[in-house]
């Protein structure tokens, strides 16, 4: 049975920092596609970062980029999620999702909550 557990949300103010992790479990996640993705209130879910596979290719959202940083921890079977610098604008529940490279199989996890105020 396939598992994806989120964990390091919590409150922050402006300009402090957390990591979110991403545990799987049934699965070998360096042979996944890992992306992160966050929903704020009454708005859609949206991209954050994604790491790729084999390749280890990450992509980023604009409003991100050079903030955060999505990392693999093979021997940890984890994907975390570095978050610099953040903004009230970052306040969102945010899921790690899991693709096959052939895209058959798709995975997510239940949701962390990071909520940014000062």
């Known amino acids: 049975q396939v598992q994806l557990v989120e964990s390091g949300g919590g409150w922050v103010q402006p300009g402090g920092s957390l990591r979110l992790s991403c545990v799987a479990s049934g699965l070998i996640l360096s042979n996944y596609a890992t992306t992160w993705y966050r929903q704020a209130p009454e708005k859609g879910r949206e991209f954050v970062a994604s790491?790729?596979?084999?390749?280890?290719?990450?992509s980023y959202a604009s409003s991100v980029q050079g903030r955060f940083t999505i990392m693999r921890d093979g021997a940890k079977n984890t994907v975390a999620l570095q978050m610099n610098s953040l903004k009230p604008e970052d306040t969102a529940v945010y899921y790690c999702q899991v693709t096959s490279t052939s895209g058959a199989r798709s995975y997510w996890g239940q949701g962390t909550q990071v909520t940014v105020s000062s």
């Open positions: 790491i790729g596979t084999p390749s280890g290719q990450t």
